[in-house]
């Protein structure tokens, strides 16, 4: 660990939590460094690294609106419309990344400023509009400006909507091109837009501060700043921490990844109590961390349990505005950590906690690198379907935007979903009035909305386990919500008391008893009753325990499904051996391949079907045979069989190799036909008859 990190470390929780939301939030480290010079020429610039990344995107495909950033903010009161779009002109003018345009200089992507670029306040009447429709109706059309591309090289690069609702009644939509903004500078234009209005509709002067510089002086500044040995330094960490880290996160998806990401997603919005939120905060005051570490080593512990996976990276956004003179800035500063943590060897959440507060500490020690240089530096493999070093975002806003009021006006943001999602999964947290917000935005084309409702719903459970048991290792820390619980309990519920000491030709030989007149069987018109089957079954089970069929004994059963074959059967039953089914449209080659892998001694067959057997095969034809059958003694045999025996063999499909046997004991067999009369609907329940061939 170098100095730097070294000194991070020894701070305290509160210490590294107020440097954590300089970092990450609306507060500036306002660190002393030497100034940013302004650019001398007032030409093309070169591109920042973040934008140079966004633009290359770009020109893969003009129409991707991947990027495009949207915000809503409800007006409540009587609103000055002139006055609003002249505060939003003079932002404009202020800013020189909101007029900028991006072109090729000699082969080189460049920014432009253009001098006097306009952007209109456009305004939708939807006066029209009931109070039950506003949500919705206000949701398609932020999402609408939001799915319109926009021309870098034409400009202006952000769009602005005025929602007129009632008189007094308005929502703002303003889309920006990530190219030259982020979320600070969200909050940058809307107080700069808040105090300009307040001047123009009051009739006062418009009062701020001027700016130091402009985002193409940083964007320069940057290009010169990031080589020899600052650029080495910064460098020589990410490349060392995340050397042979894991190409994917394997969490499991409800559909195949497609070829090409179309970022098209959703978000799914849930809510943290303030007493658990309250308790992660002890946790991490315990650990000498804070509550992004905590959140953090929860997200990766969810991760780890759904992927399977130890080795885990999650990226998060920073600001990066770590020079005084970037504060009022708008342009696009913000910068991505990808950070790696090993939770291999089952810790417990402490450990884990430990772990991710090592990463989070080195990775802020070295957030200067940005992420682009990162990702050409390491040459990972591209690929359009999933996101490079890693497909996870995670985020802790502890000062979130707050309505505020202007003269004779409310603002309050508003949440909107754009429709898009950047990486399969992003979870976001929030400090609210009543704990956390929580919102976990997700790729439709990898989730479906019922799987996010329960990830959520783990985390939350996760979570609650944490805060009561800190000490637990990451295995034995609780997911299932209760009705979760509930169905596992039932689903492993198995001592239903079937009795297991049942065999079937018995159970059949007592019904035989009490219906004997009964029909059982209904083939072609002809009818057999219970007795009947039961003295045709008794007959041919002595004649088989007659040529020495008893316990354990394979007998194989080749037959037309007729009502010879449910004689066959229940005799093989009768007489203490197990029957093996073999299919006669199977090949002569499967069939051989079942008689030899069972250990077939005899097989109960007809003449026409005795040439289907394979060499070796004790063919017994019970239709040339039946005189000799019907000559048995009608009584069932006594065979000793237990329910431990083997009741009959049956054969997977083969279909990823050689059909393999698996052997079924009388009891299971009993059980399973119990289970079927208890279970299965319908008035008549004493008569169930299984539905799938005898094969099965």
């Known amino acids: ?12 929780p509160e210490q590294l939590a107020e440097l954590m939301r300089r970092t990450r939030g609306r507060q500036p480290a ?10 001398a020429a007032t030409g093309p610039v070169p591109l920042s690294f973040a934008q140079r990344r966004l633009w290359f995107v770009q020109q893969l495909d003009a129409a991707n609106v991947a990027y495009n950033m949207v915000a809503a903010t409800r007006l409540d009161g009587a609103l000055d419309a002139d006055a609003l779009g002249r505060a939003l002109d003079a932002v404009v003018q202020r800013h020189e990344a909101l007029r900028t345009v991006f072109v090729s200089a000699d082969g080189e992507p460049a920014q432009r400023v253009v ?23 206000v949701g398609r059309r932020a999402r609408a400006e939001q799915a319109r591309p926009f021309d870098l090289e034409a400009g202006p690069l952000l769009r602005a909507r005025l929602l007129r609702i009632a008189p007094e009644r308005h929502v703002l939509l303003m889309v920006m091109h990530h190219v030259i903004s982020d979320g600070w500078s ?27 510089i402009q985002y ?90 759904y992927s399977g996976q130890a080795d885990l990276v999650v990226g998060t956004p920073v600001a990066n505005r770590g020079r005084a003179e970037t504060e009022g800035l708008v342009g696009f500063f913000a910068n991505t950590l990808a950070l790696r943590t090993d939770l291999s060897g089952d810790p417990t959440f402490r450990e884990a906690l430990a772990r991710v507060r090592d990463t989070a500490v080195g990775a802020y020690a070295h957030e200067e690198l940005p992420f682009e240089r990162l990702v050409e530096e390491l040459r990972t493999e591209r690929s359009l379907g999933r996101g490079q070093l890693f497909q996870v975002m995670f985020l802790l806003d502890e000062a979130p935007p707050r309505a505020f009021d202007l003269p004779g006006l409310r603002l309050a943001p508003l949440e909107v979903d754009a429709g898009t999602s950047m990486f399969d999964l992003t979870l976001g947290l929030e400090r609210a009035e009543d704990g956390l917000a929580g919102r976990l935005e997700y790729a439709t084309d ?33 997911m299932q919500t209760p009705a979760e619980r509930d169905l596992l309990a039932a689903w492993n519920a198995t001592d239903a008391g079937y009795p297991a000491d049942h065999l079937v030709h018995r159970l059949f030989a007592e019904q035989a008893a009490r219906t004997p007149d009964t029909a059982a069987l209904v083939f072609h018109g002809e009818t057999t009753s219970y007795a ?36 066959a059967l229940l005799a093989v039953l009768k007489a203490g051996g197990a029957y093996v089914p073999l299919d006669p449209a199977y090949p002569r080659e499967r069939l051989g391949h079942m008689v030899r892998d069972a250990g077939v001694r005899v097989v109960l067959a007809t003449a026409d079907l005795a040439d289907r057997l394979p060499e070796g095969a004790e063919a017994l034809c019970i239709d040339t045979l039946r005189a000799r059958i019907s000559a048995e003694s009608s009584a069932a045999p006594e065979s000793g069989v237990t329910g431990e025996n083997l009741s009959h063999v049956i054969f997977t499909s083969g279909s990823t190799g050689r059909p393999k046997g698996v052997m079924i004991r ?4 009993a059980i399973l036909l119990h289970w079927m009369r208890d279970n299965v609907s319908g008035e008549e329940r004493s008569s169930v008859l299984g539905s799938t061939s005898i094969s099965f």
């Open 1 to 12: 660990m170098d100095q730097l990190a070294e000194r991070l470390a020894r701070l305290s």
């Open 30 to 39: 306002g660190a002393p460094h030497a100034p940013i010079p302004r650019r």
């Open 115 to 137: 001098q006097g670029m306009r952007v209109p306040l456009d305004v939708d009447d939807l006066g029209g509009i009931g109070p039950a429709d506003e949500e919705a109706e």
């Open 186 to 212: 969200r909050g940058v234009i809307v107080r700069e837009i808040s105090s300009l209005y307040t001047a123009f509709s009051t009739g006062g002067e418009a009062e701020l501060s001027p700016l130091p």
């Open 216 to 305: 193409p002086d940083y964007a320069a500044w940057q290009r010169e700043r990031l080589q020899g040995a600052v650029l080495a330094e910064q460098l020589a960490y990410w490349t060392g921490r995340l050397a042979n880290a894991p190409a994917a996160l394997q969490i499991p998806t409800d559909h195949p990844r497609p070829a090409a990401q179309s970022h098209a997603g959703r978000t799914h919005r849930f809510r943290l109590s303030r007493e658990l939120a309250g308790a992660l905060r002890e946790i991490a005051r315990e650990e000498g961390a804070t509550l992004f570490m905590v959140l953090l080593a929860a997200f990766k512990a969810l991760l780890a349990r």
């Open 446 to 478: 990898l989730f479906d909305a019922p799987t996010i409702e329960r990830m959520a719903e783990h985390f939350g459970v996760l979570l609650r386990g944490i805060a009561a048991a800190p000490d637990t290792r990451l295995s034995r820390l609780p």
């Open 532 to 567: 009947e089957l039961d003295v045709r079954a008794n007959r041919l089970a002595n004649h088989l325990r007659g040529v020495g069929v008893a316990p354990e004994h394979r007998v194989g059963v080749c037959l037309e499904r007729t009502p010879e074959m449910i004689v």
């Open 666 to 669: 009388h009891a299971s067999t």
